[in-house]
């Protein structure tokens, strides 16, 4: 796939310290740009600020620490990057987490607030910094192509807190779409995409039932430790277009259904502010 340099470019990578998000990191530094990572501990931020300087010598990157599902610790964040003068020319969303139980508040199911609401809250708080841009996108980590395709009954309006946990991660992925598409179509100047990362490796089910640590443990021994669609859209090879848009891990774009619409998609993030303010 396709590249260009991206010497001058600040990245904002969320999940920075393992998985999708630390693969992302290396190659957008290997890019040549100024890579800022995410992570809920301080302690993974600099284990990851290592591994990338070592992957990547002379690499200009650092570490911050933020709960992506406290909008004060987000605000505080966005603040802390707005205060150096700094504007972010590429959003990667790369959280995510399979198998969460519980709720975050009463009503928000802890996986929809990790797989989708994350990363509405530091879209939305970024905004601004994105805004100064001249040719800002935001990149959200999906799921497999297979998946997309078969979106079709899912809440709009709301979250059910009662729904099954395939339900919950249904919608999720079908809201980060309609953000993409809200953010292309509202946002002069702000292109967003959805994309699929391919196996990556990752310590994501390290903690969750035995079943799914030997799923976890068997295909991290077939996964990679690149991800090139991210370095292929970051770098502005490939335009989503004022309608979003869904890529493969080939940067082939992905039919989308009708539901990914742009009603959907202003119904969506409506709802995604009222649940921001539920969060306090």
């Not at 310590?203 to 021994?221: I, K, T």
Request: net charge positive; proline share 5%; aromatic share 4%.
């Amino acid at each position: 796939m396709e590249t260009q340099r991206m010497e001058g470019k600040t990245v904002l990578v969320s999940g920075g310290s393992s998985g999708v998000g630390l693969a992302v990191a290396k190659g957008l530094a290997r890019l040549g740009a100024h890579t800022l990572l995410l992570s809920r501990s301080a302690d993974r931020g600099r284990t990851a600020v290592r591994s990338v300087q070592q992957a990547v010598p002379g690499a200009e990157v650092e570490s911050h620490t933020v709960d992506l599902t406290s909008p004060a610790s987000v605000t505080r964040l966005v603040d802390d990057i707005g205060g150096t003068g700094s504007r972010i020319d590429v959003l990667v969303n790369a959280t995510g987490s399979i198998g969460e139980r519980g709720e975050l508040r009463p009503g928000i199911p802890r996986s929809f607030a990790t797989n989708y609401l994350a990363h509405f809250l530091l879209t939305r708080a970024a905004l601004p910094l994105l805004r100064a841009a001249p040719e800002a996108r935001v990149l959200t980590v999906g799921a497999a192509p297979a998946l997309v395709r078969r979106l079709k009954g899912f809440a709009v309006d709301g979250v059910d807190p009662n729904a099954s946990a395939v339900a919950v991660l249904t919608q999720s992925l079908a809201w980060k779409l309609l953000m993409a598409r809200r953010l292309s179509a509202a946002e002069t100047g702000i292109s967003a995409a959805v994309f699929h990362p391919g196996l990556i490796r990752s310590e994501l089910l390290r903690q969750r039932a035995l079943p799914l640590r030997l799923f976890g443990s068997v295909s991290n021994h077939f996964a990679s430790e690149v991800c090139p669609v991210v370095d292929h859209l970051a770098s502005r090879s490939a335009e989503p277009g004022v309608e979003g848009g869904m890529f493969d891990d080939h940067a082939r774009r992905v039919p989308l259904p009708g539901t990914i619409s742009t009603g959907n998609a202003v119904r969506s993030w409506e709802a995604s502010l009222r649940l921001v303010d539920e969060l306090g």
